[in-house]
């Protein structure tokens, strides 16, 4: 595609409940990176894949985050046992192989009620 | 630990008058320094770059200025129209690391 899709755009779920935010990187970009952005914050890093590298996941804020990248295209970020600190926005970013200017998606807001 | 800071949470400026954001660093290990611009419901984009190496850079009416010793970085806007009227973030990253470090982005409203 054009950009980086993210779906779905908007998400509200039950603490407690998992939930899976998808990203769909523009072709040909091998790097991808899932950052979120809570209010009235920054973004913050979560977890950055490049290639068939081991993905750095130092941003995971605890072990019910979890991310996988099949084909080295695709990723989805798994949310289990949703709490209400979890709600923010989830932006994927992606680049090409040796630029920092990566692209980001339109983000996917996350409501733990 | 919050490694880049933007310290002024938002910025009012009149149509046509210049436009300064500033974002300092605290890790000397960062060697490239980005800006992006984020529309509510939208994700950021890409603005305007600078690598240590250079002191300036100028791209139509935005420039961004580096002060490596005192590891700070401003973005100029001149002159500064309502289109321009978003959030903006700076960011820092390490040549051999691509993880960006985000500060906490500076609302800037451009009043006509």
């Known amino acids: 595609g054009a950009g980086v899709s993210q779906s779905p755009s908007n998400k509200v779920t039950e603490k407690g409940k998992d939930v899976e935010l998808r990203c769909d990187p523009i072709s040909g970009h091998t790097a991808l990176y899932w950052y979120r952005q809570s209010l009235g914050q920054g973004l913050e890093f979560l977890i950055y894949?490049?290639?068939?590298?081991?993905?750095?996941k130092s941003g995971l804020p605890s072990d019910r985050f979890s991310a996988e990248r099949t084909g080295g295209s695709v990723s989805t970020l798994t949310i289990q046992r949703t709490q209400q600190e979890d709600s923010a926005v989830y932006l994927c970013a992606s680049s090409l192989v040796g630029y920092t200017e990566a692209f980001f998606g339109q983000g996917t807001r996350l409501t733990v009620v | 630990d919050q490694q880049v800071k933007q310290n002024s949470p938002s910025l009012s400026v009149q149509e046509g008058r210049i436009s300064i954001l500033n974002c300092d660093y605290t890790n000397s290990m960062f060697d490239y320094f980005l800006w992006y611009k984020k529309y509510p419901a939208e994700g950021p984009t890409f603005l305007i770059s600078i690598s240590s190496i250079k002191d300036k850079n100028e791209d139509g009416r935005f420039t961004v200025f580096l002060n490596k010793s005192a590891k700070h970085l401003s973005l100029h806007i001149v002159p500064s129209q309502p289109g321009d009227s978003a959030v903006y973030f700076c960011?820092?990253?390490?040549?051999?690391?691509?993880?960006?470090?985000f500060g906490a982005g500076t609302t800037v409203t451009v009043r006509a």
């Open positions: 960011a820092a990253s390490r040549s051999n690391d691509y993880k960006l470090s």
């Open positions: 894949f490049q290639g068939n590298s081991a993905p750095d």
